[in-house]
């Protein structure tokens, strides 16, 4: 977010992709399933080749596959947090997602999730993203300092990912498998509602 330092898109894309395949393994390789609970792009850690390693575990919980969500004390930062998990205080896989498509979006556009210094109509992130893709214009909510220097069909890719991860109805969200194989282009793009 410093206005003097710049990721450029390729090594933005890589990211996105390395926090997935964190995330993937989190939730679907290990013999328990880990909620991390605390996803935001602070909590994304960068090594040398700018490779992705999610950290901060202090909030994470281990569920047994298949087991129904505990309610737990509310943790988390605003922002980041599904809908549901703020409502219920149960974590899920779907809350983690969420959390990911926010960073997704974080990282095609160059700006926390919620901003007041854009004024109200584009406050929000995902409501301001949303209202672009609901005109065919989500290219439009590019980050502005990458000048235009991105593969135009992978900013597309991840900023339809991210409006995917962090549907406000986490039914309708894709389990993190499904939204890593839409950023390797192994399948086509989900179709969203225009808002």
């Not at 979006?105 to 672009?132: A, H, Q």
């Amino acid at each position: 977010f410093k206005p003097k330092t710049l990721l450029p898109w390729e090594a933005r894309y890589r990211i996105a992709q390395g926090l997935a395949s964190g995330l993937l393994y989190l939730h679907e390789e290990w013999e328990q399933c880990v909620l991390h609970r605390d996803i935001k792009s602070s909590n994304v850690m960068l090594d040398a080749n700018f490779n992705a390693k999610l950290g901060d575990f202090g909030l994470a919980r281990l569920v047994d596959h298949g087991q129904e969500p505990q309610k737990t004390a509310l943790a988390g930062t605003m922002g980041y947090m599904a809908p549901e998990f703020v409502i219920t205080g149960k974590a899920r896989k779907e809350s983690d997602v969420y959390s990911f498509g926010i960073v997704a979006l974080e990282i095609c556009c160059g700006r926390k999730p919620i901003d007041p210094k854009f004024g109200s109509s584009k406050v929000n992130m995902v409501e301001w993203v949303w209202e672009l893709y609901g005109e065919e214009k989500v290219i439009e909510a590019a980050d502005p300092k990458l000048c235009g220097d991105f593969d135009e069909k992978q900013m597309e890719c991840l900023m339809i990912v991210g409006l995917w991860c962090a549907h406000p109805d986490n039914n309708m969200r894709p389990s993190i498998q499904q939204a890593i194989q839409v950023l390797n282009f192994e399948v086509p793009l989900p179709n969203l509602p225009s808002n």
